[in-house]
């Protein structure tokens, strides 16, 4: 247990699915992030909420749509996507930006789009 | 934009052997942090160990160490005594402010 829980640990969906991707820190960390953990691939920072507002949207889709309603949940809605979506979604929380200390990371949902 | 790589893609040891994971990165800033960060098949990412930019000093945590060469760009990591639980996937990242980069990793595997 790390402090940050993601559910589910598993999720396959249809195309025309809709589903979310929950996050929950307790660690009182106030940035919260969502990562997208493809194959081969380095991984992706997709979100980035500091005190409950989104600070970076790295040029995502719009069928991703993050929820931050505090500073300890945080929410990835999924609609309509497509196979190349599949991947592990991972959350992460940090104390601010510029602290020397690294994220805390959620061990990820499985996303298999079908 | 800063870029992190790696260019190991695998990297092998035998048990109780010592093995040097390389990273490199790519920034035009004076002032960040770097990290390693371990993900094995339960895919938790763990912090390792870290270093600070302005440190000359080279950060030593257990068994775990790194070659921070700052004109190089470099950040390798070496791991002495290698055990069984430490084979996973290893993740160089780089952080400035709140945004944290990291390379394509390298898997890491420990013989018996």
């Known amino acids: 247990e790390t402090g940050v829980t993601q559910t589910p640990r598993h999720l396959v969906m249809g195309m025309t699915n809709k589903k979310s991707l929950k996050c929950e820190q307790h660690l009182g960390h106030n940035a919260m992030y969502w990562y997208k953990q493809s194959a081969k691939k380095p991984l992706e920072l997709m979100f980035v909420?500091?005190?409950?507002?989104?600070?970076e949207n790295n040029s995502v889709p719009s069928r991703f749509s993050p929820e931050c309603p505090n500073s300890s949940h945080l929410f990835l809605h999924l609609h309509t996507l497509q196979p190349e979506d599949s991947a592990l979604y991972l959350c992460?929380?940090?104390?601010?930006?510029?602290?020397?200390?690294?994220?805390?990371f959620g061990s990820g949902t499985r996303l298999t789009v079908v | 934009a800063q870029t992190v790589t790696q260019s190991q893609p695998e990297m092998s040891v035998q048990e109780a052997e010592t093995v040097t994971l390389s990273c490199t990165y790519d920034?035009?800033?004076?002032?960040?942090?770097l990290f390693w960060y371990k993900q094995p098949p339960s895919r938790q990412m763990i912090l390792v160990i870290r270093q600070e930019a302005y440190k000359q000093q080279n950060a030593t945590e257990n068994r775990f160490s790194v070659n921070f060469q700052k004109a190089a760009k470099s950040f390798s990591l070496k791991i002495s005594d290698s055990q069984l639980g430490d084979a996973a996937m290893y993740f160089c990242a780089y952080r400035s402010g709140s945004r944290l980069t990291f390379g394509e990793g390298t898997q890491l595997t420990v013989n018996p």
């Open positions: 920034t035009s800033e004076s002032d960040y942090y």
């Open positions: 909420y500091n005190f409950k507002e989104q600070t």
């Open positions: 992460a929380s940090s104390q601010g930006g510029g602290d020397r200390v690294g994220y805390t």
